[in-house]
């Protein structure tokens, strides 16, 4: 009883102290204001001399090419569907190539009728001006999207289906069919907030992790003073989790300043990360953000299990490189097929959170669910394990 | 001998083959200010940590205060109060919130030692100013003194101070021997001290054992060295220095699986 009792004062004291070192130190100037300064200089201050110029995009609409099919009617009409209230776009039509040419510079050019492929000798041709934002970005993802379908099926079939038929986002997946469409809409956005957040904090670790404290002589003390040393370990992972929020929210606020500055601003936070709150609603929001929490304190407790094990200078340096190496392993798979289960995935942690917040807001409680649940469980209490012992090893304390 | 805070028993230490500490027997007697010897690197900071319970022996055994270290180093913990040889502080905090820090460390409440600190600061020399500055802005003499304040200031019953009066001026040196002092006479604390200081030394210690290649080549009583080496002289640099010299070559360093 006396023991815990000291534990948890002493706890509350390392937890204090760690928080307050965090935010006196330097360092984390660029870790809070960094992520900030980064987007807005990337989104917000280019705008300020560009944003302004509106689009035009350059559509074929007389040449019915060789089915038939007007192609540049169809866009024109897609377009105005997704944007018609935006004043920023104009479309405008062209008969030939060469008056494409003669009004370059008007912006986008589309080559939407495919009679015109002698042009270049190739299919699909984007031609996209230094005026764009990442707003015209996102519209341009789309007229690709709509334009290889419409490829696809010519060069499969050799008929253009009617463009209004067209799926934006594309159409389900049997995987999709059993995980359900909320989870289909939360994949994309998961995997990238979780390869995103953990790439963003990968640096702020050297702040917390346990060489300043080797470097400062106060590892001995700490260490000779606290009864649980896996004190010591929580005590950083949760002055992590502080500092990698801390950070990803200056990077939302660095996004949201940038894009009402280049007047692109979504006006919903959860956009940023590709989120809709009025499609998914709140609770597949929430269970987002709770894994995404959850891939970084496995993220940090990674790096500091790591760290901790080796010697000091060679630590700083690799331990990061663990952490995001397996972000990005997982990262780049799931976007190959985002819903299937991915045998060679079954190792990397971030896919377990990932994984299972899918089956929760899909609402699936199977076996699954608990085996994912249980691996997690079972690898922060290994890692805090391997931190603590990593802590006290002689080898890392003194020998390097 | 009276009651002991530390017995070793054949306690040694091997860093790979290099035989760091060499089965050793050390008694320190309660209550009592003894001082380890030796020259560099012969095992004293080892076997410090030995004791704190962050280096586990290779051999042997240690008893702090009835407690077996070597065998449950857990239980030591949060029992022994420690300045280390370089001082050990948060540089980014100011010296208050350090000392605020080691308190509530120890879950000693301010207002309990208040009149203690006030003593320490009056006798050493720390002003407000200096207490609410940060760390890093403190000469090396002001940190040390912080450092020791710091560790004195624990309710612990065995101290293990590491250097304490290294880079003072004679002024806090000699304030910290008194506290130092004061420390085992008046409260009855047990003081490991770690110094090559002659001065801290002579004053202070009451008991030595003197290390040389990791060997015990002397423990005893401070008169008792005096007497067996510099009987002449009575002087107990002059005796201390006639033990390094005439153990020195004494002492062969095992090599581990030779």
């Known amino acids: ?400 | 001998m009276s009651e002991l805070m530390v017995q070793t028993t054949q306690l040694s230490k091997y860093f790979k083959t290099v035989l760091a500490v060499n089965k050793i027997d050390l008694e320190i007697p309660k209550g009592s200010i003894y001082a380890l010897l030796g020259p560099n690197g012969a095992g004293k900071t080892t076997t410090i940590r030995m004791l704190l319970g962050l280096l586990k022996p290779t051999e042997g055994q240690i008893l702090v205060n009835g407690i077996d270290v070597s065998s449950n180093p857990k239980e030591i913990r949060g029992k022994i109060g420690l300045l280390p040889q370089f001082s050990a502080a948060y540089y980014d905090l100011t010296s208050m919130q350090n000392i605020k820090f080691n308190l509530e460390l120890n879950d000693i409440k301010m207002e309990t030692v208040q009149p203690a600190l006030s003593d320490f600061f009056n006798r050493l020399e720390i002003t407000q100013e200096l207490l609410n500055k940060p760390f890093s802005k403190l000469s090396g003499g002001e940190q040390r003194a912080i450092c020791f304040i710091m560790s004195a200031i624990t309710d612990k019953d065995f101290l293990i101070l590491d250097e304490p009066t290294s880079g003072l001026d004679i002024a806090r040196a000699k304030y910290i021997r008194s506290i130092i002092k004061d420390l085992s006479e008046v409260q009855g604390k047990t003081i490991l001290l770690s110094s090559h200081i002659v001065s801290d030394l002579e004053e202070l210690a009451e008991y030595c054992g003197i290390l040389v290649k990791g060997k015990l080549v002397f423990q005893g009583k401070r008169d008792e060295i005096i007497e067996k080496y510099a009987p002449e002289t009575k002087d107990f640099e002059d005796a201390i220095v006639r033990v390094f010299n005439s153990k020195k070559n004494d002492v062969k360093t095992p090599l581990g699986g030779i």
Request: with cysteine; charged share 15%.
């Open chain 1, 1 to 400: 009883m006396a023991k815990s009792n000291i534990s948890t004062k002493q706890f509350r004291a390392i937890l204090k102290k760690d928080l307050s070192m965090l935010f006196r130190k330097r360092v984390a100037i660029f870790v809070f204001g960094g992520p900030f300064i980064m987007m807005f200089i990337l989104l917000g201050l280019p705008s300020l001399f560009t944003s302004q110029q509106a689009i035009t995009l350059l559509v074929f609409s007389d040449d019915l090419g060789y089915t038939g099919v007007n192609i540049g009617d169809a866009i024109i009409g897609n377009i105005s569907l997704y944007y018609e209230n935006d004043d920023t776009i104009t479309v405008e039509e062209a008969d030939n190539f060469t008056e494409v040419q003669q009004t370059r510079a008007l912006g986008t050019y589309i080559p939407s009728n495919f009679s015109e492929l002698s042009f270049t000798g190739s299919p699909s041709i984007y031609t996209i001006d230094a005026t764009q934002s990442l707003f015209t970005s996102s519209l341009f993802t789309e007229i690709y999207t709509i334009a290889s379908k419409v490829m696809s099926n010519f060069v499969a079939n050799r008929s253009i289906p009617n463009i209004q038929s067209i799926q934006l986002p594309p159409t389900a997946l049997a995987e999709e069919e059993i995980l359900g469409p909320k989870a289909a809409a939360v994949a994309m956005p998961l995997s990238y907030m979780i390869f995103l957040l953990i790439a963003l904090n990968s640096g702020s670790y050297s702040i917390i992790g346990f060489a300043r404290e080797k470097r400062m002589r106060t590892m001995e003390i700490l260490l000779a003073y606290t009864h649980k040393h896996s004190l010591l370990v929580i005590s950083k992972v949760i002055t992590g989790l502080v500092a990698s929020l801390g950070s990803t929210l200056s990077y939302v606020l660095g996004i949201l300043v940038g894009t009402s500055l280049s007047g692109d601003a979504t006006g919903d936070l959860f956009d940023i990360f590709g989120l809709n709150f009025k499609t998914l609603g709140g609770g597949a929001i929430v269970l987002s953000f709770i894994f995404v929490v959850l891939a970084l304190l496995i993220s940090t407790l990674i790096t500091m299990a790591v760290d901790t094990n080796m010697a000091r200078e060679a630590a700083e340096r690799i331990s990061p490189l663990v952490s995001i190496g397996l972000a990005m392993f997982f990262y780049f798979i799931v976007l190959t097929s985002p819903l299937t289960v991915s045998t060679i995935l079954l190792i990397n942690p971030f896919y377990w959170c990932y994984r299972l917040c899918l089956l929760l807001v899909a609402g699936k409680f199977t076996t699954e669910v608990l085996i994912y649940f249980l691996l997690i469980a079972g690898l922060i209490f290994i890692l805090i394990q391997l931190a603590t012992r990593g802590i006290q090893k002689e080898k890392s304390l003194y020998l390097e």
